[in-house]
């Protein structure tokens, strides 16, 4: 069953899922085994570092719903995750990945969170995302003010599989963007 509540501030309904392990198979759609898996490691990651339990949220702000891909127990840590798609063959980060990620930041920022996070899954998109928000007009690059970011690579290069057990050797760092 699930709960719903009402935030006093943007009027934000959350409703959550019950299970520990950062799924939802009831909202959200099936998005094959990397994401699934993906967002398994991240919540393991964050349960190691916060010590609390993390699943996927669906919350309405204003009048539309967004899935927030983690959301802490006590609802006072918020994660958008980052995958490595979106970089061109150029090797720089797509205007459409570029887009999502800020628009996805907007809606961390509009939570009544202590913590608003961005994790991403390759250290490549990470640097690409931080090069191309330094270069962006002021009205552009203020929107990552208060997000918190970090890298927890999940992927090895060589085979295109998952590390080993990525959710215990994680020894990475949460910082703002500057």
């Not at 709960?3 to 198979?25: A, P, Y």
């Not at 150029?90 to 930041?105: H, N, P």
Request: proline share 2%.
């Amino acid at each position: 069953m699930r709960k719903i509540q009402d935030s006093v501030m943007g009027r934000t309904v959350i409703m959550e899922n019950k299970r520990c392990d950062g799924l939802d198979r009831d909202y959200m759609p099936i998005r094959g085994y990397r994401w699934l898996k993906q967002k398994e490691i991240v919540a393991k990651v964050l349960r190691n570092e916060f010590e609390r339990c993390f699943k996927t949220k669906r919350v309405k702000v204003g009048n539309q719903m967004f899935s927030i891909d983690l959301m802490s127990e006590d609802d006072s840590i918020a994660v958008k995750i980052v995958n490595e798609s979106g970089i061109t063959s150029q090797g720089t980060i797509s205007s459409a990945k570029f887009q999502s990620i800020i628009s996805s930041i907007l809606i961390l920022k509009s939570l009544r969170c202590e913590r608003k996070l961005v994790i991403f899954t390759n250290q490549h998109m990470y640097e690409e995302f931080i090069q191309s928000i330094t270069k962006m007009p002021e009205s552009i690059s203020n929107t990552t003010q208060g997000i918190e970011v970090a890298v927890i690579p999940l992927y090895d290069d060589d085979d295109g599989d998952f590390f080993e057990n990525a959710e215990l050797n994680w020894q990475g760092e949460i910082r703002r963007i500057k």
